[in-house]
């Protein structure tokens, strides 16, 4: 049995995905929950090191969640023996660099999503992470979200028959920043800072799609800037140069369809922010994040369609919630813990940069799609 305490350095912590999912609910919740259990029995303990551009913040957090070491200087983080792995929540832009800085220095690097912007840099930072012979890994969330597992479960059970299209909605209203605070960084809506829905979603897709149906062959969309000016953190008004929403067809193989509106210009009629439904000869399921209801063929109504008499079917009411039947644990803390299985032990790890890459290439085309107006072909990385 084997104990071990592994000093993560932290990019990006001060941010809401790094502070909250990463920092909070994973890294220190390992920590409370007494570390990660290894094949073997013995466990690991991480040791953060919370990286940035701002001190007094990094100070203000170390303090607060009694974390020891903090700095802003990311080469003297990085030349510390003791720090194993490399993670990083900044910006989108600012990954690349710093994440080729860990891989120079020997360090395993487990990144947000998109690992770049652009196909050629994501591919450049799988290659060298592979070169360098580190272990390296991409948030893939979306996949431990109960909904999910719940469709999975469906899909390993054989409840479709076979499977025909998948129609996703994912989006919500996010505030223009005027008279209500947006609920999401203004960088998000600017192209040249890194921004956009296509980026930020189609990688998500990609994996989602990809592990749960089969790998997407081609892509078609649809790109809006349907709000042409917000307002900023500090109240100043500024021109959204990025997409706000996306209307997606993705082609996979073995034939499904798959539909997905992403928007941050949409009001909520659904039960979740996101939805899926799926569609086979069999039977239909509609996952959310947490929920996952279906309607087997052996119960589903036969409507017939006449506009000239109101509807008396309560079609929602034909559905079944699935049982959660397990424990389902933060995702995000889920995947940090088999990355660390993996940098200790060896174990599998499926969620490398090489498959970040790939959703880094269903956003560009998607945007490229937009651009010439047709769908287009995933030509292997
Ligand atoms: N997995 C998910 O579901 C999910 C959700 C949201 C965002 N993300 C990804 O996480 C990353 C961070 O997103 P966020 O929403 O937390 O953003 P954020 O703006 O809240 O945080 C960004 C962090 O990067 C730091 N940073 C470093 N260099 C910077 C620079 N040049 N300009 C501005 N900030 C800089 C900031 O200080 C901050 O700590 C992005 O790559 C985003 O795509 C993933």
Redesign the pocket.
């Known amino acids: 049995m084997s104990d071990h305490v592994l000093g993560v350095v932290m990019n990006?912590?001060?941010?809401?995905?790094?502070y909250r999912q990463h920092l909070v609910r994973s890294v220190l919740a390992i920590n409370e929950q007494g570390g990660v259990t290894l094949p073997d029995g013995g466990r690991v303990r991480l040791r953060p090191v919370l990286v940035?551009?701002?001190a007094a913040k990094l100070a203000e957090l170390a303090d607060r969640h009694g974390v020891a070491d903090h700095t802003t200087d990311l080469d003297a983080a990085l030349a510390d023996p003791a720090n194993t792995i490399y993670f990083d929540?900044?910006?989108?832009?600012?990954?690349v660099a710093a994440t080729l800085k860990a891989i120079a220095a020997g360090k395993h690097v487990y990144t947000?999503?998109?690992t770049a912007e652009s196909v050629t840099e994501a591919i450049r930072l799988a290659q060298a992470a592979e070169d360098a012979g580190v272990r390296n890994g991409v948030?893939q969330?979306k996949l431990f979200l109960p909904g999910l597992l719940k469709l999975k479960r469906l899909i390993d059970g054989g409840f479709f028959g076979q499977i025909l299209s998948v129609r996703g909605e994912f989006g919500y209203w996010v505030f223009e920043g005027d008279w209500q605070a947006a609920q999401r960084?203004s960088?998000n809506y600017r192209s040249e800072d890194g921004g956009g829905i296509v980026l930020?979603m189609f990688p998500?897709w990609a994996y989602v799609l990809e592990n749960l149906f089969g790998p997407v062959v081609s892509v078609y969309a649809q790109v809006s800037t349907h709000i042409p000016e917000r307002w900023d953190e500090s109240g100043q008004r500024y021109k959204a140069t990025a997409d706000d929403a996306a209307y997606g067809v993705f082609e996979l193989a073995g034939g499904v369809i798959a539909q997905i509106n992403s928007s941050w210009a949409v009001r909520v009629n659904r039960d979740e922010l996101v939805e899926f439904q799926v569609d086979g000869t069999h039977g239909s399921a509609v996952a959310g994040l947490r929920g996952c209801r279906v309607q087997h063929r052996s119960a589903t109504p036969k409507p017939v369609w006449n506009p000239d008499v109101p509807a008396t079917a309560r079609f929602r009411d034909g559905w079944q919630e699935v049982p959660d039947n397990a424990e389902f644990d933060n995702g995000f803390k889920v995947q940090w813990e088999q990355f660390i299985r993996h940098v200790v032990a060896g174990t599998p790890f499926p969620y490398t940069l090489r498959s970040g890459a790939r959703g880094v290439q269903i956003a560009e085309l998607g945007l490229r799609s937009h651009a010439e107006g047709r769908r287009l072909p995933v030509t292997g990385l």
């Open positions: 990006g912590v001060t941010g809401r995905m790094g940035g551009r701002n929540a900044q910006v989108t832009q600012a990954r947000e999503k998109p948030v969330d960084p960088w930020d998500h």
